[in-house]
Structure formats: C-alpha cells, structure tokens
C-alpha cells in the first residue's frame, strides 16, 4: 500500500519543536526522542519522524480503513539507514524512504508491486496539479480526475472508466507531492 | 463554564493555525480542523497543548485520538473540568 507525507522545512524548522518536549512527548516514543536529541541536527531528525509516521498513517489506513484520528504513538519509528526506515504498527511494518533536502522532507512507502512516479512541485492550484499528474502518465489532462472516498483517501479516476487507482499526495507550505501508479493499460 | 464559553476560547485557540479562513466565519460544532479548518496535523498537537494551557487539563493520549472536531474538543474539556 502507498502513502506519502511531506515537510516543508521552512515552515517546520522555525516551530523549534526540538526543543519542545511537552509537544515530542504527545508524538515521540521514548526512544524517537532520545534519537532526536543525539542527533546532529534534532530538528530535521524531529520531522523526519514526524513524516516518516504520517506516512506510514496514510498507508495503514488505506489498509485496513480505519477512522480517522491523532494517533502518532501508535506508529513507532527505527531508522535503517540515511534514507530508509521501518514504521511498525500494531498489525503491520511500512519500509519507508525520506528524502531529506535542504527545503522539505518527503518520506513515502510502496509497497512491492507498485512503482509510482513521484513528481514535485511548488504551491500549485488544484488544475496544476492535475494537469502534472495527467503529465506524469502520458495522458491528457481531461481524462484525469481525482475523488476521495469518505475517509478522505484519494484515488485516480481515467475518464469515465470505473476502475481506479490508488494515488498519495501531501502538500506543505511551497511544496507537494504525489505517489503515482504507473499504469500499463 | 458555559458551552459558548468554551467554543469562543477554542476559536482563539486555533486560530494561529488556520488555513483556511472562510472555515473561521461559520464556527461551530461540527467544524473539522482538518477538513473544514485545514489546521495541519503537526499543528494539531500544537492545538492540544494550548487547551491543555488555557482550561488547565491534561489531555491523555486516549483523547486526543478523538479531537477531530470542536464539537469532540468541547467534550473532552467538558468532561476534565
């Protein structure tokens, strides 16, 4: 299963969450805080595993269709290397990769069979966003469309057709991001 | 502390967070901080440490689960008060 979670650290960097531990300790597991403040750099190792959890949320519940709510305790992080880590739930382990650039953090999973495009952008409208999606694919920008169902989780809709296609996206501050299938048909 | 009390000291509260501002004009219980508000899920805890300041309660980890709305926001504070 996909999902995806970006950060726009322009915005995050200044919030010093860091050095807030009221707030890490409604978010961070005891071990995710004592990483963070061995760290190097704690605040962009804060909000790695701030959008290495969300990203792993996005995942879990597009599997098992959980309502939703403010749970990030429940998703407890293990860093492998410097671009992949493990989100392990109560039912499920997400691999997950981040990119850490100097201005956003993007962590997103896939699972085996799925080999998405991932496309960035600065702030774009919706009609952007869709005509870079419609890009991405090969496809013109009218057949695309994107519906979410009542949990709010996104799909792909090609014109008319029922079929559908599971699609991720996260947008911060001045940038988004979408995980995109690629489809063969 | 009256309902409308507590809803007006809510709407201060998120109001720093807000992104979307026509969701300001029409607050209510039923309001969404995500979907109706666009308050970003990081700043949600921000949210819920502000309430816990401003009614001075703790806020477990149990409800904070549930503090999607401020009609879910008003419940919880009712019930620590």
């Known amino acids: 299963m996909i999902g995806n979670d970006l950060?726009?650290?322009?915005?995050?960097?200044?919030?010093?969450?860091a050095k807030n531990l009221r707030y890490?300790?409604?978010?961070?597991l005891a071990g995710e805080i004592d990483e963070i403040k061995?760290?190097?750099d704690p605040e962009r190792s804060l909000w790695r595993f701030w959008s290495m959890?969300?990203?792993?949320?996005?995942?879990?519940?597009?599997d098992t269709r959980f309502r939703r709510k403010l749970n990030p305790l429940?998703?407890?992080?293990?860093?492998?290397?410097d671009s992949t880590g493990l989100v392990h739930t109560k039912n499920a382990t997400y691999k997950v990769y981040s990119e850490i650039e100097s201005n956003y953090i993007h962590s997103y999973t896939i699972s085996e069979s799925f080999r998405p495009s991932v496309i960035y952008h600065l702030d774009i409208s919706k009609q952007e966003k869709l005509a870079a999606i419609a890009a991405a694919l090969g496809l013109s920008k009218a057949l695309v469309n994107i519906e979410k169902d009542s949990?709010?989780?996104?799909?792909?809709?090609?014109?008319?057709?029922p079929k559908s296609f599971p699609i991720s996206m996260s947008h911060h501050g001045n940038f988004s991001a979408f995980l995109i299938p690629l489809i063969n048909s | 502390m009256s309902e409308k009390e507590i809803i007006q000291k809510l709407k201060r509260i998120v109001e720093p967070y807000v992104q979307r501002n026509e969701g300001l004009d029409n607050f209510h219980e039923e309001t969404d901080f995500l979907r109706d508000l666009e308050i970003n899920s990081a700043n949600l805890v921000d949210v819920i440490l502000d309430v816990e300041d401003e009614f001075d309660i703790t806020i477990d980890n149990e409800s904070m689960e549930g503090m999607l709305t401020v009609g879910d926001a008003k419940n919880i504070i009712q019930h620590k008060l």
């Open chain 1, 151 to 161: 949990l709010g989780i996104p799909c792909l809709r090609l014109g008319s057709t």
């Open chain 1, 38 to 40: 061995a760290s190097l």
């Open chain 1, 53 to 62: 959890k969300e990203c792993a949320y996005k995942a879990s519940q597009r």
């Open chain 1, 24 to 28: 890490q300790e409604k978010v961070f």
């Open chain 1, 7 to 17: 950060v726009d650290l322009n915005l995050a960097l200044p919030e010093k969450k």
């Open chain 1, 74 to 81: 429940d998703f407890k992080c293990e860093i492998q290397k």
